[in-house]
């Protein structure tokens, strides 16, 4: 049988990264929806990465990056740039690991993921209006002081480290036919994706962005990574541009993704309260995409679908504005 390797990224580099993150990162629940799964006629499962300590997936690709770093390079610190749940998990590692970070964000990212940030030891800088410009930012600081910039979806170890998912999805859910993965600069849907195709080149992958700013789902249609103007939207961490040098994410997503669907603010609204109401969990936007899509679909053809969780960081006000209309 033949390796399956996309971009440079293979299964061993995922088995590699469940060793390596083992003690910092959490093996979430995989809970069954009944709801949906009446809803759809199928078996429906979320999972939980929402119950990470930084509480998104993203500690994930953080930790395996961060850990795979040599003694030299954590002297000199890490820097990164994010939209909030990417920068948390750099954060929560570094401390972890007595590492100097620095975490670059836009004007844009909730101040309750700011107020996490500095709580977490972080030192924050709030450059421009979009993910763009604290990624210039950050790449500046790299050039000033030898920091190592720690990417929040192109790198091959953060894909790996976000690739662990599929191979706890697998050992508790062997029969997976379709996993609805959120879908923004697309790490997570490339290592979930390799890891699982690797296993079953069957299995369907849906890719879910919200309307405004879906910078992946765009660039696929062109055929090239673009630039977007962001909007405000609930699913803020969905936010953000692919880069100007693109290495693996967008070869990985375009050749292995099947499906990518986009999400009105109703429906991710409608997604949010849904976990709310029948699953008591308060869920960021980006999460709530995807049950979003599936509370709009009448049925499936797959028997044995996953929705991935990917965070629950929230804003307070977010939920109280949203209680009252759904």
């Known amino acids: 049988m033949e390796r399956m390797q996309v971009a440079g990224v293979t ?6 990264a469940q060793k390596r993150i083992g003690s910092i990162v959490s093996k979430t629940p995989l809970l069954f929806s009944q709801h949906l799964s009446d809803r759809l006629e199928a078996n429906v499962y979320l999972k939980l990465e929402n119950m990470q300590p930084t509480g998104a997936f993203k500690l994930r690709g953080a930790a395996n990056k961060i850990l795979s770093l040599t003694k030299d390079e954590k002297d000199k610190g890490v ?23 620095t975490v670059c964000i836009s004007r844009r990212v909730p101040q309750e993921k700011v107020k996490k940030l500095k709580r977490l030891g972080a030192h924050v ?10 990624e210039q ?4 600081l ?8 720690i990417k929040p979806f192109d790198d091959p170890e953060v894909i790996a480290g976000q690739g662990t998912i599929a191979l706890e999805l697998l050992e508790e859910c062997p029969e997976i036919d379709q996993a609805v993965i959120p879908l923004s600069g697309g790490g997570l849907l490339a290592g979930i994706s390799l890891a699982l195709k690797s296993t079953d ?9 919200m309307e405004k ?10 055929g090239r990574p673009i630039v977007l103007k962001e909007s405000d939207t609930l699913a803020d961490s969905l936010l953000g541009g692919l880069g100007p040098d693109n290495r693996y994410t967008f070869s990985m997503v375009k050749q292995l993704m099947d499906k990518s669907v986009l999400v009105s603010e109703n429906s991710i609204a409608k997604g949010i309260m849904f976990m709310l109401e029948y699953h008591k969990m308060a869920i960021e936007g980006a999460a709530g995409a995807g049950i979003g899509w599936l509370l709009g679909e009448e049925s499936s053809k797959y028997k044995n679908i996953v929705l991935v969780i990917s965070g629950n960081n929230v804003d307070h006000d977010t939920i109280r504005s949203l209680t009252g209309k759904y």
């Open 11 to 16: 299964i061993r580099d995922v088995w590699r």
């Open 79 to 101: 820097a990164t740039f994010s939209t909030g749940n990417h920068g948390i998990a750099v954060a929560h590692v570094a401390k972890a690991a007595n590492i100097p970070a």
């Open 125 to 134: 800088e709030i450059v421009g209006d979009n993910q763009d410009d604290a």
């Open 137 to 140: 930012y950050c790449y500046e």
């Open 142 to 149: 790299e050039n000033q002081s030898g920091v190592t910039v």
């Open 201 to 209: 080149a069957t299995i369907n992958i849906t890719g879910v962005s």
């Open 213 to 222: 700013g879906a910078v992946m789902h765009e660039s696929l249609k062109h």
